[in-house]
């Protein structure tokens, strides 16, 4: 994953409030070409003239900034910070085609583009930019920060981090792993052709071929992050290649900046998480592994949305910005 910094232009920010009293306005990007739509969280004792430090809150796969990101991103600006949660391409109110086409080269590039638009902003301090990222969102962060001098500091809470052997255990083994990538080229080919893009159920309880197979409540329940703006239905079939070959791994040893991860054994992939860990260049880094009763993964679904573990890896992440930033 080795990417070229792209160039970025703003447009208009109508501010709006939200339903919680903080400021918060829409604003717009380029990422190599294509407009990128975020939120941009502030302080509620926000005042204009102070450079403040800023956060770009990343959340898991195939999901929009009004899901996990936005609630992290409205929690952390709280705290004092300028938050950012934003569309990436292909997703949300973001351009991109083809749509819903999970493709992490493409999200870790938006993160850098994101980080050159922070600067650009008077508010911010372009010196004390970070990044928190949830699950599948923590590889995306944790290589852009490996590869981008500019992002200061790093906080990953429940992430999802894998290698070909973990994929092999969530996507039916060698063969499984293989039929998708198969069809994902075929996905890629079609569409290149005729222009026609193959989509599947993003999650589901009752087809084993969906992009998520199970009864994962986050995904399923309109009161958590079944919403509007979020599809359900619609995974891009190209996208398996994209997913199944990323290795994250490798980028530890080429991260240099400050970092916590927060995880625990409740969550998804533990021992990955604690080998990336072990592997990160900077000496500058902590686990906080929390206690938990929950088998892998229920707790991970929590640190989405979930009371006790979204304010634990808001507190966490508030001290280490606090001291990092």
């Known amino acids: 994953m080795l990417f070229a910094l792209g160039l970025l232009s703003c447009q208009s920010r ?9 400021k918060m306005e829409k604003v ?56 950012l949660a934003f569309d990436f391409r292909n997703y949300g109110e973001s351009e991109g085609e083809p749509r819903f086409w999970e493709n992490p080269t493409m999200k870790v590039q938006d993160i850098k583009n994101a980080v050159t638009y922070l600067q650009t902003l008077p508010e911010i301090n372009s ?6 990222a949830v699950c599948a969102g923590a590889m995306y962060s944790l290589i852009a920060a490996a590869e981008d001098s500019r992002i200061k500091a790093v906080v990953t809470a429940a992430s999802w981090l894998q290698d070909e052997e973990a994929v092999k255990m969530f996507y ?37 071929g969906a992009a998520m197979y199970g009864p994962y409540d986050y995904y399923l329940n309109p ?50 998480t604690k080998i990336f860990y072990e592997k990160i260049a900077t000496a500058d880094k ?18 989405y949305d979930q009371d006790h573990e979204v304010n634990l890896a808001v507190q966490k992440g508030t001290e280490w910005f606090n001291k990092k930033l």
């Not at 004792?45 to 990101?69: D, H, L, P």
């Not at 198969?182 to 890629?188: D, H, P, S, V």
């Not at 040893?253 to 927060?262: D, E, F, R, Y």
């Not at 902590?286 to 640190?303: D, I, R």
């Open 14 to 22: 109508p501010k709006v409030l939200t339903e919680k009293n903080n």
């Open 28 to 83: 717009n990007f380029k990422s190599e070409g294509l407009n990128i739509v975020g939120n941009l969280y502030y302080p509620s004792n926000y005042e204009k003239g102070t450079a403040y430090r800023a956060i770009i809150v990343v959340g898991s796969w195939t999901t929009v900034k009004e899901q996990m990101a936005g609630l992290y991103a409205e929690k952390f600006a709280k705290k004092g910070f300028v938050t």
């Open 127 to 132: 010196e004390k930019i970070g990044t928190f």
């Open 172 to 208: 039916g083994g060698e063969e499984g792993v293989k039929s998708k990538i198969e069809a994902a080229r075929k996905a890629k080919t079609t569409f290149a052709k005729d222009g026609v893009v193959e989509y599947i159920e993003t999650i589901s309880t009752s087809n084993p």
């Open 223 to 272: 009161e958590r992050g079944a919403i509007k703006q979020w599809s359900n239905d619609k995974f891009a079939v190209m996208s398996w290649e994209d997913w199944l070959t990323l290795n994250p791994m490798p980028y530890a040893s080429k991260l240099n900046v400050p970092t916590l991860m927060i995880h625990s054994n409740g969550c998804v992939l533990p021992q990955y």
């Open 286 to 303: 902590h686990l906080e592994w929390v206690e938990t009763n929950l088998e892998s993964p229920m707790q991970q679904f929590n640190f």
